[in-house]
């Protein structure tokens, strides 16, 4: 018995069995399954009529139907759900968050994702493909609303209460600063869930009860972010998610754009770079705000998107639209965009022209971005050295010295307490454009060094 559903779907694409199997691996890995494999091979039993044991089906399915850009799932690929099959079932990541942009959607996004056990990482895919940036359209266009006061007897929230959280939110802030890591991560989910708790159980002004919900969009962006940083992309994409929305109720315009730019990041890393484009562009047009550090944020966000996408033009004008920004008189910020400097500005700007294959430019403004590095930022600082040391790999000439050099201060930073799955891939990345010069001892000792690294981030998350 054949499977002329799977079969279909990859002369579609245009892929070979063979391609579909190393995409696969990648995908797995994606969704925290690093340790599946699959060989080259296996997708011809599959067509053959073979059902794939699980988590294959949800996996194939998910990846195809991002490519495809049509909705799919194992069932339409003539895989049922087998009889016995024990296996926890893998859900989308916008599982459950298909909500309302209203405060009782916020409320439930919020609940959805704060009351889950954070371990269970293997229990969402994440969203690839359009699915990505639909948030960003409804956003766009959902009203916003009208009024969050809460009356009753119960405790009410004052305005000085929300001063003390978000004096809070910045002490999280800046512990992330310094590495990051799931044990940060895990104390800003149990934050979170306070917040929620008073949003759901106290009385307010609808003053406090925006404030509340931009604490709480807040504190729901950090714990995405810190996910994404350990390599949990389902989990980012779902606290981005609760967040945009909480953002919205509160109607703080800032605060969302930049979770858009957010998860354009993400989407750059993990190879979608339309998604990433249109999650940027999306933040831009949703902010007309009067910040010209937030509006320099979004525009580093599109043009990492752009560099990602390969549109050089584009690149260079959203660079220079950031600096202009950031050259701007100094007016009223949110206290999250802190982090945004000349020195990160620079350190943006190289990855962008480290993307275009511009090895010079991208040298002049990593090597300004070290010069102007805040001292606590050590994990900004390994990802640095790494991309400095990627552009000497990569150049007409390689030169090796250099590189190995700025990988040795990459890795010297990253075995201290700095925890970054994000970095760690980077340096692997660097591996594999050396993998020329692997008869190198000074190749072999960096790779057993990103080995142990990888270890040592597996262990702390």
């Known amino acids: 018995m054949n499977n002329p559903q799977l079969a279909a779907s990859l002369r579609e694409l245009g892929w070979s069995p ?88 916020a409320a439930r996004a919020m609940r959805a ?94 003053t406090v009860g925006r404030r509340l919900h931009s604490n709480a969009g807040e504190l729901l962006r950090l714990a995405g972010w810190l996910a994404f940083d350990g390599g949990q992309h389902a989990g980012a994409q779902r606290y981005w998610m609760a967040a945009l929305r909480a953002a919205h109720t509160a109607g703080d315009r800032a605060l969302a754009a930049n979770t858009l730019g957010f998860m354009s990041c993400q989407a750059k890393d993990i190879k979608q770079p339309l998604e990433a484009v249109t999650l940027a562009e999306s933040a831009r047009a949703g902010y007309r705000g009067a910040s010209p550090r937030v509006s320099a944020i979004l525009a580093l966000r599109a043009a990492e998107a752009y560099a990602t996408s390969g549109s050089a033009d584009r690149t260079r004008r959203a660079i220079d639209d950031a600096f202009s920004s950031l050259d701007s008189p100094t007016t009223t910020a949110p206290d999250w965009s802190y982090w945004l400097n000349p020195g990160h500005a620079h ?45 000497y790999v990569r150049q007409a000439d390689p030169d090796l010295d250099q590189a190995f050099s700025l990988a040795d201060q990459a890795v010297a930073i990253l075995t201290d307490d700095v925890s970054s799955n994000r970095c760690v891939g980077h340096l692997n990345t ?32």
Request: with cysteine; hydrophobic share 40%.
């Open 347 to 391: 350190g943006q700007a190289g990855f962008c022209y480290l993307k275009l294959g511009d090895y010079s430019a991208a040298r002049r403004h990593f090597r300004q971005a070290l010069r102007l590095q805040d001292p606590n930022a050590a994990r900004e600082g390994a990802l640095r050295y790494t991309l400095l040391a990627t552009t």
């Open 113 to 206: 994702v704060t009351e889950a056990d954070p371990m269970d990482r293997r229990s969402f895919l994440t969203v690839m493909g359009a699915a990505m940036s639909a948030p960003a359209h409804q956003w766009l266009l959902a009203e916003p609303v009208p009024y969050l006061t809460r009356s009753g007897k119960s405790r009410r929230v004052t305005l000085n209460a929300v001063d003390e959280l978000d004096l809070m939110n910045a002490s999280l802030r800046r512990l992330d600063d310094g590495g990051g890591g799931d044990r940060l991560l895990l104390m800003v989910r149990a934050h979170v869930r306070q917040v929620v708790q008073l949003i759901d159980h106290s009385s307010y002004t609808d």
């Open 18 to 105: 063979e391609t579909l199997a190393r995409r696969l691996i990648d995908h797995a890995a994606l969704n925290g399954h690093c340790e599946l494999r699959v060989h080259e091979k296996t997708p011809y039993k599959w067509i053959r009529g073979k059902r794939p044991r699980a988590p294959w089906p949800e996996l194939i399915a998910t990846l195809l139907a991002a490519e495809l850009d049509r909705p799919l799932s194992p069932e339409t690929l003539g895989w049922p759900a087998a009889r016995g099959d024990d296996q926890p079932p893998l859900l989308p990541a916008d599982s459950g968050l298909q909500l309302p942009w209203t405060a009782e959607g």
């Open 430 to 461: 660097l591996l594999r454009d050396l993998n020329p010069h692997n008869r190198r001892p000074a190749v072999r000792r960096l790779a057993e060094q990103v080995e142990s690294l990888r270890s040592a981030t597996l262990g702390r998350n």
